[in-house]
């Protein structure tokens, strides 16, 4: 787990809750500008999704919950949630959501707080509007979840923004091209930079910044049949592996 799958748990809960725009901002720590290497002060992530009730949104950071157990809609199911991940990352979140013909409200979670004994409850959400321009693009509704405090960065500043479009354009490609089942296409940025979808077989161009390119030829699909572990509970002892094999021009 990294700080990319990190993330990638933010992007699928807004997925989840239907966004078609998601705008991720990376930002330098303004105390650190001078130095010569760059630290992440905070990110910004803010989407066009349903939002959150107020119900919702005070449970949101509780470690563990979901509104979506046993979905299977989405690769969130797979992770480790929006929370652990990102206290993976930094020490504090703060998240502002808001249903449709609704206002928003925000709540919050800080490690330092909670550590030091004023924080023993997660807070009932308030109203309170989000002061960013990165929120500015949301009408009816959506949620802008803030991580600051920004403390366990390994990579360089400058690798962490490009891996980042890289590992989203690959993770999220089906739902930036329109082709997950039950979404519609997602716009994702970085920066106020669109994120292009990568296909590791080359085959599919589209929204790739690649489209003029031949595409490489996808060969047979190739399927092995493999005995599932007994202690895996599973009523069928069989399932099926397919292998993709593509062959660059």
């Known amino acids: 787990f990294d700080c990319y799958s990190a993330y990638g748990e933010v992007i699928d809960n807004s997925i989840q809750a239907f966004a078609t725009d998601i705008r991720i901002f990376i930002e330098e720590r303004k105390d650190r ?3 010569r290497s760059k630290k992440i002060g905070r990110i910004i992530f803010a989407d066009n999704g349903n939002g959150m009730d107020i119900d919702l949104l005070h449970k949101c950071l509780k470690l563990g919950h979901s509104s979506r157990y046993n979905d299977r809609s989405g690769i969130g199911r797979f992770g480790v949630g929006m929370t652990l991940g990102a206290i993976h990352e930094c020490r504090r979140i703060d998240v502002y959501s808001k249903v449709k013909n609704g206002n928003w409200h925000y709540t919050y979670l800080d490690l330092d707080e909670i550590k030091e004994g004023l924080l023993k409850f997660l807070p009932r959400p308030i109203l309170k ?3 960013f321009e990165a929120s500015q693009y949301i009408s009816d509704s959506g949620t802008v979840v803030i991580w600051s405090k920004y403390d366990k960065q390994i990579e360089t500043f400058e690798k962490v923004v490009e891996e980042s479009r ?13 082709e997950a089942q039950g979404f519609e296409a997602v716009k994702l940025s970085i920066n106020q930079k669109e994120i292009k979808a990568i296909d590791p077989l080359y085959v599919n161009k589209s929204k790739t910044g690649f489209e003029d390119e031949k595409p490489a030829q996808l060969l047979v699909e190739q399927i092995m049949e493999w005995s599932i572990p007994t202690e895996s509970n599973s009523t069928s002892q069989k399932s099926n592996i397919k292998i993709n094999i593509s062959l660059l021009p």
Do not use: A, H, V
């Open 33 to 35: 500008q001078n130095t």
């Open 129 to 131: 509007n989000p002061e």
């Open 166 to 178: 890289i590992w989203m354009g690959r993770t999220f490609r089906k739902f930036i091209w329109g």
